[in-house]
């Protein structure tokens, strides 16, 4: 009786030391299905129980900060861009997670600056994407690897209804890497730590980037005018155009056109201080500061990111890996290959609330920085600045 008394006894503490964590995902199909797994796993190993939770992505955000401070929320968030970092942290309902992270050499080094913030890590970067040069094999057959040869290729496509290379030059995210190869920014970065007062924006190297953006439609007749995104793609599925600026949500569209394609980094473009160095964007595991289980929800969330997950999170969903080791695994894949290259090259996008000001200003100047030849980039850009400062509080 005293033995099955104890046996009983030792049942009831592990039942009560096991945790319940809630994770909220606007995972669909593949995704949601690679989750339910890794959760099933977890449970098997742990002990512990996951609950999954539906939330449609444009909705989490709101939902989250609304719901987290009366315990209504979740444990994890699986996942959420990296520019909403500023806003959640702003609201005090993301933990940093240094403590339970030992180790990040695994992890992709600019995935994780954008999940710092203010010198904290808020979140477990899982995915990133990035800008390339997608170009067609047929009409390229070896990538170039410098301006000069990357400009003799280009031109010797371009004529006759065929293109040698098209992007959105009115684009200010999908041409920031020009900008940063040139010395412009958009907030100083000091030690993980966004300076939000120092805009670098309008500085020589964003006045030579704007004028080298310029040269591509009017010195080097590569982008006509009125050439937007929609148009360049169209061309490249159709293979009238060689080279072409787009990121990972294109490859479908490109494959399904039966395109053998290559993807590469844009060179460094003339006369630049700095290698070419896109924006990157980053999604990651988040925790709830209101969370009662944060061990538990911490260990689930450094599964998620470990390698052999994100092997079998990319056979799922195509999304390209931050985990180096599952990106040495899946080197043969082109698309992992090609954009791991640019993601470790770029640099985060801001995820700083500020960021929200720059956006317009800084779009309407790239604009109008292409409308027609030899334009006074400085002062465009300075008036943009000008108008991004006066929102900054």
Do not use: C
């Not at 070419?276 to 450094?302: D, E, I, N, R």
């Amino acid at each position: 009786m005293k033995r099955t008394l104890t046996v009983l006894s030792l049942a009831l503490l592990g039942n009560a030391s096991a945790a319940t964590i809630t994770v909220w995902t606007h995972f669909g199909t593949g995704e949601l299905t690679w989750l339910k797994d890794q959760a099933s796993a977890f449970e098997k190993k742990t002990g512990n129980k996951v609950q999954l939770v539906s939330v449609p992505f444009e909705q989490i955000p709101d939902k989250f900060i609304q719901s987290a401070p009366k315990g209504q929320g979740p444990d994890l968030l699986v996942t959420q861009p990296h520019d909403r970092i500023g806003q959640f942290a702003a609201a005090g309902v993301i933990e940093p997670m240094d403590k339970y992270v030992t180790s990040r050499s695994d992890l992709d080094k600019t995935a994780v600056s954008a999940m710092t913030y203010k010198g904290k890590l808020f979140g477990l970067p899982m995915f990133a994407e990035s800008v390339a040069v997608v170009y067609n094999k047929k009409l390229v057959p070896n990538a170039p690897t410098t301006w000069a040869e990357f400009l003799k290729v280009a031109q010797a496509n371009t004529g006759g209804g065929k293109f040698g290379y098209l992007e959105d030059l009115t684009e200010a995210y999908r041409n920031y890497g020009v900008i940063s190869a040139y010395g412009g920014y958009v907030f100083k970065n000091n030690g993980g730590t966004l300076n939000v007062k120092d805009v670098g924006l309008a500085n020589a190297g964003a006045d030579k980037a704007s004028a080298f953006l310029n040269d591509l439609r009017y010195k080097y007749n590569l982008v006509p005018e009125g050439v937007g995104t929609d148009a360049a793609k169209s061309a490249f599925v159709d293979g009238r155009l060689a080279m072409f600026l787009t990121g990972p949500w294109d490859i479908g569209d490109i494959k399904k056109a039966g395109i053998s394609y290559g993807i590469m980094p844009f060179p460094t473009p003339p006369g630049a201080s700095g290698k070419w160095s896109p924006f990157v964007g980053v999604q990651g595991v988040m925790l709830s500061a209101y969370s009662k289980q944060k061990a538990a929800a911490a260990q689930f969330a450094k599964q998620l990111v470990s390698g052999d997950a994100q092997v079998s999170f990319n056979k799922a969903g195509g999304r390209i890996p931050v985990s180096l080791s599952a990106r040495t695994r899946l080197k043969s894949d082109p698309v992992v290959a090609g954009f791991g290259k640019t993601i470790s090259m770029g640099t985060p996008m801001p995820n700083v609330p500020e960021m929200s000001a720059v956006w317009g200003p800084w779009t309407a100047a790239i604009t109008q920085s292409v409308q027609k030849p030899g334009q006074n980039y400085s002062q465009i850009l300075d008036k943009a600045v000008a108008e991004i400062n006066s929102k900054i509080k």
